[in-house]
């Protein structure tokens, strides 16, 4: 069954940084797509940054372009995303998301999520 596990959230002070951590397991981890979301108190889930499957692509919201870095080990199964001069607005819940599409079909799964908070 597939697993992806967050790590390294924590409490930071505004301009301070992170580093988040997700490890999969029970998938093809070098044949996925990874991505971060994050869900604020009382917010929808958002798109934060994304990664191909080679890591020769990436994508960033807007929000967090110039800051945030994603990504990936394929020989140890995980995905990071690098957090620099964190604001407040960063506080949320950060979860990781694997997708692929094969055949036709959509796999997607997600992680439980990894709580940020920045302090001003």
């Known amino acids: 069954q597939v697993q992806l596990v967050e790590s390294g959230g924590g409490l930071v002070q505004a301009g301070g940084s992170l580093r988040l951590s997700c490890a999969a397991s029970?998938?093809?981890?070098?044949?996925?797509?990874m991505g971060w979301f994050r869900q604020a108190p009382g917010k929808v889930r958002e798109f934060v940054t994304a990664?191909?499957?080679?890591?020769?692509?990436?994508y960033y919201a807007d929000s967090v372009k110039g800051r945030f870095t994603i990504s990936r080990e394929n020989a140890k199964n995980t995905v990071y995303l690098q957090m620099n001069s964190l604001k407040p607005e960063d506080t949320a819940v950060y979860y990781c998301?694997?997708?692929?599409?094969?055949?036709?079909?959509?796999?997607?799964?997600w992680g439980q999520g990894t709580q940020v908070t920045v302090s001003s």
């Open positions: 029970g998938l093809t981890f070098s044949t996925y797509g």
């Open positions: 998301n694997a997708r692929r599409t094969f055949r036709g079909r959509e796999y997607d799964y």
């Open positions: 990664i191909s499957w080679s890591g020769g692509s990436t």
